[in-house]
């Protein structure tokens, strides 16, 4: 076995680049595209399916050179997908690794479980790709921390995928809060609401002859494979995910904060649990965060398992202010006088449901456009990773607050817990000997 340690060292010395098995048809379309940005699609369930319709959308100017996973089944029928949206075979491979040595590949992007996204997007940094990561970019705020500094030593760009920051509505109703719609703004909040179903207790089972469990855990310590794991509730255990207030609060916090114009509070309090099955989820599936910036507040509401909605939605954020309060989500925004009257709205589509993205939609499609234009033209990034760590770090303290049970005070700056080193514990992770990610 390689570790990626003894990869980046390769990387560092020049090695050639490794082959990769690819039809006739699917290498001449690589060779050809030299107007093009090419893209390698690394993790391909579920919002994989979103990248390959943003990268369809955007044909002009990219497309999807290398489609990668580590589940032969997955690599197998998205491959066959690929090809019929395309109308050309991008080559495919189960170790990430190979593509990074590939010059061909300006840019990579991340789908992958979370334990993998910032260690992936710092090799990618390293090999000198560009890197679309999804949500959140890192499984622990020294790992987030850790992107941030690689995408400034490395120079290639980096954006996260909370593309609501490419939305222009909610561009629009942002800005609006900005120019004082509803005067000072001064308390946000944002949730979620689904109904999740149990995943029952999990059985230590042979590995699937078509998945590498090996380079699936990568980053992470080692344990058997059990059977409710992969390929999606892997979100709900604390060695690969992070939770459903990172799996989709990311979303609504960044917008929270973003509208309000604050980065990191003065303290966190958090409370929650598994109420609602008694299963091998080791999150909670109810929680309830209150971030405090002293003369301004933000709250979180997650709830995993009872779809009790707000304003008809499932999830969303408001911002309230001294003249008035706004409505935002993914469809566009409304705006409520003090009474909680509706004064207008604006709406170019419906809200997202609490289900997950894995189709085409216009607002990936957009963010794709904004990273692509970014690379080739220099345009700025709608969510530079600096700015997307911030919510993703505030998200993962939540999560620290909420395994201490007690609040947790801040530095402004950058984010670390001050005076509570059994709290600091958690801002960082154990990995597997081998696999730590480093600059």
């Known amino acids: 076995m390689v570790t990626?340690?003894?990869?980046?060292?390769?990387?560092?010395?020049?090695?050639?680049?490794?082959?990769?098995?690819?039809?006739?048809?699917?290498y001449g379309q690589i060779l050809g595209s030299n107007d093009r940005l090419n893209f390698a699609v690394i993790g391909l369930h579920g919002r994989g399916y979103a990248h390959l319709a943003a990268l369809k959308a955007n044909q002009d100017t990219a497309r999807v050179?290398?489609?990668?996973?580590?589940?032969?089944?997955?690599l197998k029928k998205f491959a066959g997908d690929a090809e019929s949206k395309l109308g050309y075979a991008p080559a495919t491979e189960k170790d990430f690794r190979h593509i990074l040595q590939l010059k061909e590949v300006d840019a990579i992007t991340i789908?992958?479980?979370e334990q993998w996204h910032a260690p992936m997007a710092i090799a990618g940094l390293q090999a000198g790709k560009n890197v679309y990561v999804e949500k959140p970019c890192s499984h622990n705020p020294a790992e987030g921390a850790l992107l941030v500094e690689a995408q400034k030593k490395y120079g290639k760009l980096v954006q996260m995928g909370n593309q609501r920051r490419s939305n222009a509505l909610v561009i629009e109703a942002v800005q609006k809060v900005h120019d004082g719609l509803?005067?000072?703004?001064?308390?946000?909040k944002g949730w979620y609401a689904n109904t999740r179903k149990s995943i029952g207790i999990g059985k230590v089972i042979p590995v699937p002859p078509?998945?590498?469990?090996?380079?699936?855990?990568?980053?992470?310590?080692r344990r058997p494979y059990t059977d409710n794991i992969h390929p999606y509730n892997w979100h709900w255990f604390k060695l690969y995910?992070?939770?459903?207030?990172?799996?989709?609060?990311?979303?609504e916090i960044d917008v929270c904060r973003w509208a309000m114009g604050v980065d990191y509070p003065q303290s966190i309090t958090s409370s929650g649990g598994r109420y609602h099955f008694k299963d091998d989820w080791q999150f909670y599936d109810t929680l309830v965060t209150s971030f405090d910036y002293g003369d301004k507040l933000i709250s979180w509401e997650g709830k995993c398992c009872n779809g009790m909605q707000y304003y008809g939605r499932d999830r969303g954020s408001t911002i309230m202010g001294t003249t008035g309060?706004?409505?935002?989500?993914?469809?566009?925004?409304?705006v409520y006088d003090l009474k909680g009257k509706k004064t207008s709205e604006v709406k170019r589509g419906s809200a997202n449901a609490s289900s997950d993205l894995t189709g085409e939609d216009s607002m990936t499609n957009a963010h794709f456009a904004n990273f692509i234009a970014a690379i080739r033209k220099g345009d700025?990034?709608?969510s530079p990773i600096a700015v997307g760590n911030v919510a993703v770090t505030m998200l993962q303290l939540s999560n620290v607050a909420w395994e201490v049970s007690r609040e947790l005070k801040l530095d402004t700056a950058n984010g670390k817990i001050l005076n509570d080193a059994a709290a600091m514990k958690f801002w960082g992770r154990e990995y597997e000997k081998g696999w730590e990610p480093h600059l």
């Open 4 to 26: 990626r340690r003894e990869f980046l060292d390769t990387l560092a010395v020049g090695a050639a680049g490794l082959a990769i098995g690819s039809t006739a048809k699917s």
């Open 65 to 74: 050179s290398h489609i990668c996973d580590v589940d032969g089944d997955i």
């Open 111 to 113: 789908a992958t479980p």
């Open 182 to 188: 509803i005067g000072r703004p001064y308390f946000g």
């Open 210 to 221: 078509q998945l590498d469990w090996d380079l699936w855990q990568g980053p992470a310590p």
């Open 241 to 251: 995910g992070t939770g459903e207030t990172l799996n989709n609060g990311t979303h």
């Open 325 to 334: 309060s706004m409505l935002i989500d993914a469809g566009g925004y409304e």
């Open 380 to 382: 700025k990034l709608n």
